[in-house]
């Protein structure tokens, strides 16, 4: 009544109410379905749940009691994890019960609209239920679950396709639960010698089933629609928890690349079931990346990428000793769409920050890519200007992070590389004459587009922060005869910030020499509306 009025709950005991409501749902499947037999009882979940009944009598319809406590149980526990916790948790596995039996027995003809009409509402309160971990962590000890499991891998061919969907979509949110017995009790369950399961993996291990998961993501290659990423999302993960299935743990010998930080420790918990042990499984999600340059897709398989590390952070180190996915990964990123790229670089910056690890390998790659690009011998116009721009953001972010890192990349060259291409663009500007006063607007650049501009910023960006961490590379911007160079860009705003600091750190290991070229004029901050001298030229 509650909810044909509007949802209007004022004045009432709604934990009481949700409470009454469970437990009077619990007493009805429960008498309803002892000792039947498994088509009456599927007959009597049918009866209990749709919509109307009539009275063959007089042929009067009236909404059904069990349909109007399955419609109370979807309002009750539509978002409050208040109410949601006064709840029987016994509730969930007597309406797994009844989907089992939905799911495993065929409907009858007749009644096909009538189960139409609860499926829906039926399949909501449970994913609304398996909100609260308390349920979802008592679900997964049952033994209702368990049938699900096993009727929904078994070869039994009468099973009902509708339900299935709709089993699948709950079985789908308990398993995304994070509690601490979700993962090995469902592992438990699919590792129980049942013969049906049994069965079909080694179907699909003898039978192609690699190949036709392939093929299906190659279709996936070819481009999709957002509305049919959920299909994908589901064949991904699949794919994702293959890779935990396997008869033994990888073997790999401890490949660690020093430095590392001082609080870097590889101790794999492999003992839990949730490491990598299957790497063909792997290696489909790994090609598939490699080949795609469908944007959506790419994003999905490395969102699929982050969950398989996130099951446990060693499988992010036993794959990449074992097949360089992030290394090789970076080499080819330089093409993907601009989303793909943002998502790539921030699983990197993951890796640097939360896992305490400094990939060499995959920074690395990326450096060679850079300079490459540079250097005009990669393809790929925009696309190279666009990862350019997200990469260096990148390692601004991640030296600002770490000095470590810093000096990892300064070691492999990327400070000569970037000031090598800050002088051919520094050359740009002073031939184009684009030097005359503080105050041009850079739209007004005529040789250097937008993206070009904003990734010279971030080169100087880059330059400036490992100036600041490294006396030495102060040095080297001396000594390559960078100073010249690096003051033309003073002259247009939105490079003048990193600009000044570097030359900051300049003058601060021989001020003499700046003061003698001729450039103190530009050595300025605005600051309150006035252009005013800072620094180690203050007051000279």
């Not at 994913?127 to 979802?136: E, Y």
């Not at 993962?183 to 049942?194: D, G, K, N, R």
């Not at 792997?282 to 990428?305: E, G, K, P, V, Y």
């Not at 739209?443 to 922060?465: A, F, G």
Request: net charge negative.
């Amino acid at each position: 009544q509650a909810c044909e009025d509007g949802g209007r709950l004022e004045g009432l005991n709604i934990k009481g109410l949700a409470a009454l409501t469970a437990d009077i749902v619990i007493h009805n499947i429960h008498n309803r379905l002892t000792e039947r037999p498994a088509e009456g009882a599927r007959s009597e979940v049918v009866q209990f749940f749709q919509w109307q009944e009539t009275k063959e009598t007089d042929r009067e319809t009236r909404d059904n009691k069990g349909w109007l406590l399955l419609k109370a149980l979807l309002l009750l526990t539509a978002d409050s994890s208040d109410i949601l916790s006064s709840i029987n948790p016994g509730l969930p596995a007597a309406l797994v019960k009844c989907l089992y039996l939905l799911v495993c027995l065929p409907a009858k003809e007749e009644n096909m609209a009538v189960e139409e009409t609860f499926q829906e509402p039926l399949t909501q309160v449970l994913i609304q239920l398996c909100r609260q971990p308390v349920n979802v962590e008592r679900l997964v000890e049952t033994q209702e679950l368990q049938c699900l499991i096993i009727g929904l891998t078994s070869l039994w061919d009468q099973t009902s396709t509708a339900w299935r969907h709709q089993a699948s979509r709950v079985l789908k949110t308990v398993s995304a639960v994070a509690t601490s017995n979700v993962v090995p009790s469902l592992q438990a369950l699919l590792e129980t010698p049942m013969p049906s399961i049994q069965h079909s993996f080694v179907e699909f291990d003898t039978n192609n089933g690699y190949t036709a998961l392939e093929n299906i993501l190659k279709r996936c290659e070819e481009g999709f629609s957002v509305d049919q990423l959920q299909p994908v999302e589901e064949l991904l993960a699949l794919i994702a928890s293959f890779t935990l299935l396997g008869k033994t743990e990888l073997k790999v010998a401890l490949c660690v690349t020093n430095p590392q930080p001082p609080g870097f420790k590889f101790d794999p918990p492999l003992t839990k079931g949730l490491a990598v042990k299957n790497l063909p499984a792997f290696h489909l999600l790994q090609a598939s990346l490699l080949r795609s340059q469908d944007s959506l897709l790419c994003c999905q398989l490395l969102q699929t990428l982050q969950s398989i590390w996130e099951k446990d952070p060693a499988n992010f180190f036993l794959l990449e000793w074992t097949v360089q996915s992030m290394a090789q990964l970076a080499a080819c990123m330089y093409h993907k769409p601009a989303p793909v790229l943002k998502l790539f670089f921030s699983l990197l910056e993951m890796v640097v920050f939360k896992m305490n690890y400094i990939p060499h390998e995959t920074l690395r790659a990326l450096l060679g890519v850079l300079k490459q690009s540079w250097a005009g011998t990669l393809a790929g116009g925009v696309v190279g200007i666009e990862f350019g721009v997200v990469a260096l953001k990148s390692f601004h972010r991640m030296t600002v992070h770490s000095g470590m890192l810093a000096e990892v990349l300064t070691d492999w060259g990327l400070l000569e590389l970037l000031l090598g291409e800050l002088r051919r663009r520094a050359k740009i500007l002073r031939k184009a004459g684009v030097v005359s006063s503080p105050q041009n607007d850079p739209q007004q650049l005529p040789c250097i587009e937008d993206s070009e501009r904003l990734l010279t910023t971030y080169m100087l960006q880059v330059v400036s922060i490992l100036t600041l961490r490294s006396i030495k590379n102060t040095v080297s911007v001396r000594d390559l005869g960078m100073v010249p160079y690096i003051k033309i860009f003073l002259d247009q705003d939105q490079y003048r910030g990193p600009t000044l600091s570097i030359l900051e750190q300049l003058a601060e290991i021989n001020p003499e020499e700046f003061m003698s070229t001729g450039h103190r004029s530009s050595l300025l901050l605005y600051t309150a509306g006035t252009w005013v001298e800072a620094g180690p030229f203050a007051g000279t």
